[in-house]
């Protein structure tokens, strides 16, 4: 093991720079020269390295290009360094570049297979499906000529034959409920905008809620128009839901920080291995500094939510509520290739204001220990129990007013919530595992459009399900029929999260974005009612 630790880390950066270099001289068609090489790692290491390459290339069973040993060579060094430098395919890039670029080209629809039926569950506003009179509620048939209905397609296939290149036609078969006949509709492909502000609502008469999925290049003017949107409608204080959110753009990170922030208040700063810091502080132009503001978080919110509730935490602006973050704190420089392709490079660590560190601890090399943290903080109680999470003396630091703040990797919030499975059940699980409980709210939102697609408001929506007395039983009927058996001890102990579930996902196949799920499974989410529950007690 010390002779690992000793030899193993100087070659693979050895190995590195040599590929790199390669690389590059490949990507501008040419070779480098042996002198080149020698110049970069040195004459006897470059012999070995180079003869290796030489002899898989030339003399290898099954012929491979001098770009596949590269291929199969790069990963294989990035993953003895730390768990988050990366090599990224050229096939891969592009897929996990979009969801953070702001848009892409399609027909903008949200729809769901939820058995082999493609349901159009909402159409975007202004979108090209909404012009060529796409309604939700919808089946999809046929994708041009291609039979979409009963054929078990992958969603990914689904997604590829709708997508298409702006300007593009696509002609759509659809079943359309009340109507005898097919439905045909031309639908011309449009750039269609990824919100990463999944849901904007308001929880209470004074209590406004933002739910962020992401840090995209259009995040913070998403969430300073969500912002103005909730203080139009009476918001006095915020929800700002990080939770499942694992990162993206520092620079939105740092810009909805800002929002919050008077003038000279730091933000973050990053440290590379010259102990060389880059600080960032607030301006003080932010709209929202007079917003009483409270931060969910959980397990899986990562690098820039950890930014933001760090700063927000640190400089004593709000209250963090929910479970201990992930604690990805290590800055990756992307270096692009001309093929597509690219290198995600540690090169920096992230700090809150306090000085902690967000990174958590890790063993080079060691993915597999480093992906099973989590599961590993399951198993200690860690989720349910905040007396099990413990951290040492010297990693505890203190806010400007006192509070007292951990270090070690990710942010312990200020209010801990328990994951709660009291109301778990056998017959929850078959409803929800089977997909019957989804598949029925499709079917009630079906047959009750009208009443959905002429509601204002989602007070309209909760009346209409206080007017349907006999919603859950028909459910539980309807789960009986499609093979689970009613056991009411069960139903009793689930009731109230099956209840909220119904609500929640027949509300969100209404006109109304997502913000009307988030408002009907507000009653079973113990972080959501606890934020309102603050927010509440501080006005």
């Not at 030489?54 to 069973?61: F, L, M, P, V």
């Not at 360094?81 to 890039?93: G, N, Q, T, V």
């Not at 990170?253 to 060389?276: H, P, S």
């Not at 969100?508 to 988030?518: C, K």
Request: hydrophobic fraction near 40%; include cysteine; glycine fraction near 8%.
């Amino acid at each position: 093991m010390k002779f690992l630790q000793k030899y193993a880390l100087p070659t693979l950066v050895v190995i590195t720079i040599f590929l790199m270099g390669w690389i590059f001289g490949q990507q501008h068609g040419r070779q480098l020269t042996d002198g080149q090489i020698n110049m970069l790692i040195g004459s006897q290491m470059n012999d070995k390295i180079t003869k290796v390459v030489s002899y898989i290339g030339n003399d290898y069973i099954e012929p491979l290009s001098r770009d596949s040993i590269a291929e199969l060579a790069i990963p294989a060094i990035l993953k003895e360094l730390d768990p988050h430098s990366a090599y990224i395919p050229a096939r891969e890039f592009k897929q996990l570049e979009e969801p953070l670029q702001g848009e892409f080209d399609g027909i903008g629809i949200v729809f769901n297979m939820a058995t082999d039926t493609v349901i159009v569950l909402n159409v975007i506003p202004a979108g090209p499906s909404q012009k060529a009179g796409v309604l939700a509620g919808d089946r999809i048939i046929k994708v041009n000529d291609t039979l979409i209905a009963g054929q078990k397609m992958a969603q990914r296939e689904v997604m590829k034959r709708l997508r298409g290149p702006r300007g593009t036609q696509v002609e759509l078969i659809l079943e359309r409920k009340g109507i005898a006949d097919p439905v045909a509709v031309t639908v011309t492909r449009d750039a269609i905008p990824l919100n990463s502000v999944e849901a904007t609502t308001m929880m209470t008469d004074r209590v406004g809620f933002i739910r962020l999925s992401q840090f995209a290049r259009t995040s913070f003017r998403e969430v300073k128009s969500a912002v103005d949107t909730l203080r139009k409608q009476g918001m006095q204080s915020l929800i700002l839901d990080l939770r499942g959110n694992s990162g993206g753009f520092l620079d939105q990170a740092i810009l909805i920080a800002n929002e919050f922030l008077e003038k000279g208040k730091l933000i973050v700063y990053t440290e590379d291995r010259d102990k060389k810091r880059m600080r960032q502080f607030s301006d003080g132009r932010g709209s929202a500094t007079d917003i009483d503001v409270a931060v969910l978080i959980d397990e899986s919110s990562a690098s820039s939510s950890e930014i933001l509730a760090g700063a927000l935490q640190d400089n004593d602006r709000g209250t963090i509520i929910g479970r201990r973050s992930f604690g990805k704190g290590l800055v990756q420089s992307q270096i692009p290739f001309e093929d597509g392709s690219a290198l995600r490079l540690t090169v920096a660590k992230y700090f809150t204001p306090t000085g902690r560190s967000i990174q958590k601890p890790y063993t080079a090399g060691d993915e597999e220990g480093y992906n099973m943290d989590i599961v590993n903080r399951y198993r200690h109680n860690e989720f349910f129990s905040a007396d099990s999470i413990h951290f040492a003396d010297s990693l505890k630091f203190t806010t400007p007013k006192g509070k007292v703040v951990y270090g070690g990797g990710g942010i312990m919030p200020d209010i801990f919530i328990p994951m709660d499975t009291t109301n778990m059940s056998r017959y929850f699980l078959e409803v929800t595992g089977r997909n019957i409980l989804y598949r029925y709210t499709i079917e009630y939102a079906d047959s009750h459009r009208q009443q959905l697609s002429t509601a204002r408001s989602l007070k309209d929506i909760e009346a209409m399900f206080a007017a349907d007395k006999g919603m859950f039983d028909r459910f539980v009927a309807y789960a009986a029929k499609s093979g689970v058996k009613p056991d009411y001890r069960q139903i009793a102990t689930s009731r109230k999260i099956m209840e909220a579930q119904l609500k929640a996902y027949i509300a969100r196949n209404s006109e109304f974005d997502s913000g009307a799920f988030y408002y009907f499974i507000c009653p079973i989410d113990n972080t959501l009612l606890t934020a309102i529950e603050t927010l509440e007690k501080n006005d």
